[in-house]
């Protein structure tokens, strides 16, 4: 599962998405509009920034905007910024290896391998998943909701 870091980094990047191009956002703002505690979203928003998702500018007229158009923005490049990269299983894991207790030999473990098609799945759609897909998945489902006829009396 992602944490909550990331569901709040996920939410904030969307805000900004949605800004007019180049309008900066503070993180006040941001904070508010997005429900998010404030000295976590600078957290959040400081890391997205080392990582090149994220601009900012200090003083007036100053705050956050997208480094990338929301087209270039994955959720696996979010997500490998924020919580290391996604295994199954530690000895999978290229951020936080770790051998498994259990396991006599990695290169024929059979958990390990089977784990490691997941692990490319997994990563291959994170990575082909963009922030503008997202945007667009959430408000097709809007608009699905919208046309929805109540035939209750």
């Known amino acids: 599962m992602i944490s909550k870091k990331t569901k709040y980094a996920f ?4 805000h900004l998405a949605g800004t007019p191009s180049g309008q900066p956002v503070l993180i006040a703002e941001l ?6 505690p404030k000295k976590f979203l600078e957290f959040i928003l400081l890391s997205l920034r080392k990582g090149g998702l994220l601009n900012s500018r200090v003083g007036k007229g100053g705050g ?8 270039k923005i994955t959720a696996g490049a979010i997500i490998k910024i924020l919580e290391g990269d996604i295994a199954p299983v530690p000895c999978l894991s290229t951020t936080n290896h ?17 784990m490691a098609d997941v692990h490319t799945a997994l990563t291959t ?4 998943l963009t922030l503008a897909d997202m945007i667009e998945r959430s408000e097709q489902a809007r608009k699905k909701l919208r046309n929805v006829v109540d035939y209750s009396i």
């Open 98 to 114: 770790a051998r498994c207790e259990e396991c006599q030999d990695e290169e024929s473990c059979g958990i390990r391998l089977t």
């Open 125 to 128: 759609a994170l990575d082909n």
């Open 11 to 14: 939410k904030a990047l969307i």
């Open 31 to 36: 904070a508010e509009s997005e429900d998010i």
């Open 64 to 71: 956050y905007t997208l480094a990338l158009p929301a087209n």
